[in-house]
């Protein structure tokens, strides 16, 4: 399977989101509603950090839940057939054994690792894992609780790696502020614009009726 053609609006996240590092902004953030295709942006941005900063150690994927990380994998994967996409999820094994071995070297051999954060809140795991060159945050609005919190600075995300927060919800029901970890919004792709607007056939954004754009307009149901 070939790399997905990205849509103008990602193409502008992923230059935004690398105009922010070249800029010294070390921890960015984008917003992108569901249906904006944020894992097209993420997977886009491993792809091309790593054509310069492979060297310097893997791409880290973080996220919560088990269906994230294994659709995360599998979007890795298939966008990039030639990245080498390892999942992160329980304990590596015991040291010493033949398991641990096997996973630590798999581990060093990736590409991108694709890692729960409960996973690397284990001291036992951080002390083998690899340091990464750059870690994305998936659901980013989560990174205010502290194991979140712990994990980043474990990776580096406060002094030499870089790091990217991406999510569709910029905010937490318990209004905890996490502008002291993601620096700045450096992208918001909502809703309605996307209701609103298309790719026309010359490849141009265009405003449009509702129902012809990147998203149809909600149907709202009582129950």
């Known amino acids: 399977m070939s790399r997905p053609t990205l849509r103008p609006y990602q193409q502008r ?8 590092w070249d ?10 509603a569901t249906g904006a295709g944020k894992s097209v942006i993420f997977g886009e941005v491993a792809r091309r950090h790593l054509l310069t900063h492979r060297d310097r150690g893997p791409v880290v994927l973080l996220a919560h ?11 890795f994967t298939r966008a990039n057939p030639d990245l080498r996409v390892e999942i992160v999820i329980g304990s590596p094994g015991q040291p ?13 051999q ?11 809140s284990s001291a036992q795991t ?3 894992f ?9 659901e980013a609005h989560h990174a205010a609780a502290n194991s979140w919190h712990n994990v980043l600075m474990a990776l580096g995300c406060w002094s030499a790696t870089r790091a990217l927060g991406v999510t569709a919800t910029p905010f937490r029901e318990d209004f905890r502020d996490f502008s002291d970890i993601w ?11 996307l209701i609103s607007h298309r790719t026309d056939e010359a490849g141009n954004e265009v405003e449009c009726a509702p129902g012809e754009g990147y998203l149809i307009p909600p149907t709202l149901r009582h129950l």
């Open 65 to 75: 839940r088990r269906e994230l990380i294994t659709q995360a994998a599998s979007h």
């Open 23 to 32: 800029a010294g902004v070390q921890r960015p953030a984008i917003s992108a």
């Open 13 to 20: 996240a992923v230059d935004a989101i690398f105009a922010a």
């Open 183 to 193: 620096q700045a919004v450096v992208a918001a792709i909502d809703i309605a614009w």
């Open 96 to 108: 010493g054994s033949t398991k641990r071995a096997k996973t630590v070297h798999a581990w060093r």
């Open 130 to 138: 690899p340091d990464p060159s750059l870690v994305i945050a998936d």
């Open 126 to 128: 951080l002390h083998v």
């Open 110 to 120: 990736a590409d991108v690792l694709v890692a729960s954060v409960q996973t690397l």
